[in-house]
């Protein structure tokens, strides 16, 4: 009965240190911290006098010394074992654990640290076991128990098996993200070099196609707020050119001569952001092998872009607002404040102003990015641009293939009409992918993918609204109904006829002639939409098709507000 207690406590004690090194590893990507925390957790519970983390240094072939508790700094230096020496490299080599019940008669026993050896009068166990993976094992874990009062090295070697498996995939996780950040400061160094190549004429801000009057009125804001030191917030939807913007305002600036950095908050972790925009010192992290400058300090003097401003997590969020604030940081693993002089510029295509008042986004951060906010109005508001565009992207393509295509009316027609949900990038990639795929020197319109039906982006072309009937105040009457015929990019007929395919353009209420039996036609409508759904309803008798005309939307997206707002469709 004793012994079913003692083994009860025991199951109790092991499920409790499982859960707290699960916690903690899940905690953070920086297993040079969760590890040691996890050891920690681990030998205090199990009441073992001290442990280790072997992995294997890929660039010499040896296992390390990792993290440990119950080693000093010297001896955690002076482990290294090759693969398959002693029984740390043999559980490594093999993926099978081992057990040494006594360390002091173990011939296969090889103790690099010195922390491990045998000790006069006391019975030392040595319980090894592998950190493996799905794919391979990435290295091991090794504990001592001193052997007295019917201790269990089977027991010993079921927990710590549990322990190595869930270390092993934190260290695979961690590789992972370490090859990816790796990747990442290759591509910027190579853009870097590339930026440096680019003529400097290229990113003037009288180079930048715009000949509406939406993006004069930019390029008039961004000629105000260049050459002062304020922080300008650039919004837009996706692919409207805020990175070429940002570039005029660096080089229209006192700080041309420096440089300008482009981080995307959005394509990194936090962990990763932090390290890129501030650096870490040496040993910060595993493969910290050097001090290493973030883009804060690589920007000083000059102007650091910070793209997707919107998708920082709310603690990076924090740490940001203090660098703004006092214009200095520490880097990662580091306490030495850096200084540091930079224009700030931003972007983002997020509602930021809702995302505060949901508590998704810091006021103080909002109110120290939004000093200057320019609007980059996206294409289908400025199509007056997609000429001069379209022969902009079309003449650099034939200079790089040695080619002299041609766009005919037709096909510039069809452009045009276009709605552009993806914006100058969707512009740029449909120029590119036509002309590759043109065979003779002319585009015409049916070289289009949308003449065929054949659109990527038709799903796309649906503006999201409250408000599914509001009016849209100083809209443009509607063109008269097309004939049906296909239009480009998803423009194909709706049911009524035109070619807004799901994309709301509402304009002011139309007052049509009253319907038999209705003499109030002509009053104003009502206010709240589901009001002002009914009233069309009755007004047209309630024929669908005639109440889409009055409210200026098209049947499918009435049909869709009638059925959001749960309202009966009346059959006379």
Same mark, same amino acid.
């Given at each position: 009965?004793?012994?079913?207690?003692?083994?009860?406590?025991?199951?109790?004690?092991?499920?409790?240190?499982?859960?707290?090194?699960?916690?903690?590893?899940?905690?953070?990507?920086?297993?040079?911290?969760?590890?040691?925390?996890?050891?920690?957790?681990?030998?205090?519970?199990?009441?073992?006098?001290?442990?280790?983390?072997?992995?294997?240094?890929?660039?010499?072939?040896?296992?390390?010394?990792?993290?440990?508790?119950?080693?000093?700094?010297?001896?955690?230096?002076?482990?290294?074992?090759?693969?398959?020496?002693?029984?740390?490299?043999?559980?490594?080599?093999?993926?099978?654990?081992v057990v040494v019940p006594d360390?002091?008669?173990?011939?296969?026993?090889?103790?690099?640290?010195?922390?491990?050896?045998?000790?006069?009068?006391?019975?030392?166990?040595?319980?090894?076991?592998?950190?493996?993976?799905?794919?391979?094992?990435?290295?091991?874990?090794?504990?001592?128990?001193?052997?007295?009062?019917?201790?269990?090295?089977?027991?010993?070697?079921?927990?710590?098996?549990?322990?190595?498996?869930?270390?092993?995939?934190?260290?695979?996780?961690?590789?992972?993200?370490?090859?990816?950040?790796?990747?990442?400061?290759?591509?910027?160094?190579?853009?870097?070099?590339?930026?440096?190549?680019?003529?400097?004429?290229?990113?003037?801000?009288?180079?930048?196609?715009g000949e509406s009057r939406p993006?004069?009125?930019?390029?008039?804001?961004?000629?105000?707020?260049?050459?002062?030191?304020?922080?300008?917030?650039?919004?837009?939807?996706?692919?409207?050119?805020?990175?070429?913007?940002?570039?005029?305002?660096?080089?229209?600036?006192?700080?041309?001569?420096?440089?300008?950095?482009?981080?995307?908050?959005?394509?990194?972790?936090?962990?990763?952001?932090?390290?890129?925009?501030?650096?870490?010192?040496?040993?910060?992290?595993?493969?910290?092998?050097?001090?290493?400058?973030?883009?804060?300090?690589?920007?000083?003097?000059g102007t650091l872009f910070l793209?997707?401003?919107?998708?920082?997590?709310?603690?990076?969020?924090?740490?940001?607002?203090?660098?703004?604030?006092?214009?200095?940081?520490?880097?990662?693993?580091?306490?030495?404040?850096?200084?540091?002089?930079?224009?700030?510029?931003?972007?983002?295509?997020?509602?930021?102003?809702?995302?505060?008042?949901?508590?998704?986004?810091?006021? @103080?951060?909002?109110? !120290? $990015?939004?000093?200057?906010?320019?609007?980059? %109005? =996206?294409?289908?508001?400025?199509? #007056?641009?997609? *000429?001069?565009?379209?022969?902009?992207?079309?003449?650099?393509?034939?200079?790089?293939?040695?080619?002299?295509?041609?766009?005919?009316?037709?096909?510039?027609?069809?452009?045009?009409?276009?709605?552009?949900?993806?914006?100058?990038?969707?512009?740029?990639?449909?120029?590119?992918?036509?002309?590759?795929?043109?065979?003779?020197?002319?585009?015409?319109?049916?070289?289009?993918?949308?003449?065929?039906?054949?659109?990527?982006?038709?799903?796309?072309?649906?503006?999201?609204?409250?408000?599914?009937?509001?009016?849209?105040?100083?809209?443009?009457?509607?063109?008269?109904?097309?004939?049906?015929?296909?239009?480009?990019?998803?423009?194909?007929?709706?049911?009524?006829?035109?070619?807004? @395919?799901?994309?709301? !353009? $509402?304009?002011?209420?139309?007052?049509?002639? %009253? =319907?038999?039996?209705?003499?109030? #036609?002509?009053? *104003?409508?009502?206010?709240?939409?589901?009001?002002?759904?009914?009233?069309?309803?009755?007004?047209?008798?309630?024929?669908?098709?005639?109440?889409?005309?009055?409210?200026?939307?098209?049947?499918?997206?009435?049909?869709?507000?009638?059925?959001?707002?749960?309202?009966?469709?009346?059959?006379?």
């Open positions: 009965m004793l012994n079913r207690t003692r083994g009860d406590q025991r199951s109790h004690v092991e499920l409790i240190t499982v859960y707290e090194i699960c916690r903690i590893l899940g905690a953070s990507l920086d297993i040079s911290r969760t590890f040691r925390t996890a050891l920690n957790v681990l030998t205090a519970h199990m009441e073992l006098p001290r442990a280790m983390i072997v992995l294997a240094d890929a660039e010499e072939g040896l296992l390390k010394v990792h993290s440990s508790v119950g080693l000093a700094r010297a001896q955690e230096q002076r482990g290294t074992w090759r693969v398959g020496e002693g029984v740390i490299g043999h559980v490594y080599a093999s993926g099978m654990p360390v002091g008669h173990a011939s296969e026993f090889i103790d690099r640290t010195g922390a491990f050896s045998p000790q006069e009068g006391h019975m030392m166990a040595f319980v090894v076991v592998p950190l493996k993976t799905d794919k391979a094992v990435v290295g091991v874990l090794a504990a001592q128990r001193e052997v007295k009062g019917g201790a269990r090295l089977s027991d010993d070697q079921r927990i710590l098996t549990m322990v190595a498996s869930l270390m092993a995939q934190a260290a695979q996780l961690h590789r992972a993200v370490s090859d990816e950040h790796q990747r990442l400061q290759l591509e910027t160094t190579r853009l870097q070099k590339a930026l440096k190549r680019v003529p400097r004429g290229r990113y003037a801000l009288d180079n930048v196609v993006m004069q009125q930019v390029f008039v804001e961004v000629h105000q707020a260049a050459p002062s030191r304020a922080t300008v917030l650039l919004r837009g939807e996706s692919g409207t050119g805020k990175e070429a913007i940002a570039r005029a305002i660096h080089f229209l600036s006192t700080r041309k001569e420096a440089p300008f950095i482009k981080v995307n908050c959005a394509a990194l972790t936090e962990t990763l952001l932090e390290s890129e925009l501030f650096g870490h010192e040496r040993g910060a992290f595993t493969g910290a092998t050097g001090d290493r400058k973030g883009r804060f300090e690589l920007a000083h003097g793209d997707e401003i919107g998708d920082i997590s709310p603690a990076f969020q924090a740490k940001l607002l203090r660098v703004l604030q006092e214009r200095e940081f520490e880097r990662v693993g580091g306490s030495k404040p850096v200084k540091v002089d930079v224009r700030l510029i931003c972007a983002t295509n997020r509602d930021l102003e809702k995302m505060v008042q949901r508590g998704e986004y810091r006021a @103080d951060l909002y109110y !120290r $990015i939004n000093v200057v906010s320019i609007f980059l %109005p =996206p294409l289908r508001e400025r199509r #007056a641009d997609i *000429p001069p565009l379209v022969a902009h992207f079309l003449d650099r393509y034939n200079k790089e293939n040695r080619r002299s295509l041609k766009v005919t009316p037709e096909a510039m027609k069809v452009l045009t009409s276009c709605y552009w949900p993806g914006n100058v990038r969707e512009l740029e990639n449909c120029i590119e992918r036509t002309a590759t795929m043109v065979q003779d020197d002319t585009i015409r319109d049916l070289a289009f993918p949308c003449k065929q039906n054949r659109c990527l982006t038709q799903t796309l072309h649906f503006l999201d609204k409250a408000d599914a009937v509001a009016a849209v105040a100083g809209a443009k009457p509607l063109p008269a109904p097309a004939p049906r015929t296909p239009a480009h990019a998803g423009d194909d007929l709706d049911d009524d006829g035109d070619d807004d @395919d799901d994309v709301l !353009r $509402i304009g002011p209420t139309r007052h049509l002639p %009253p =319907p038999p039996g209705k003499a109030d #036609a002509g009053e *104003p409508p009502p206010q709240g939409e589901r009001e002002r759904l009914i009233w069309a309803m009755e007004q047209c008798g309630w024929v669908q098709a005639k109440a889409a005309r009055l409210l200026r939307v098209t049947p499918r997206q009435l049909g869709y507000a009638l059925q959001k707002n749960r309202i009966e469709v009346l059959k006379f």
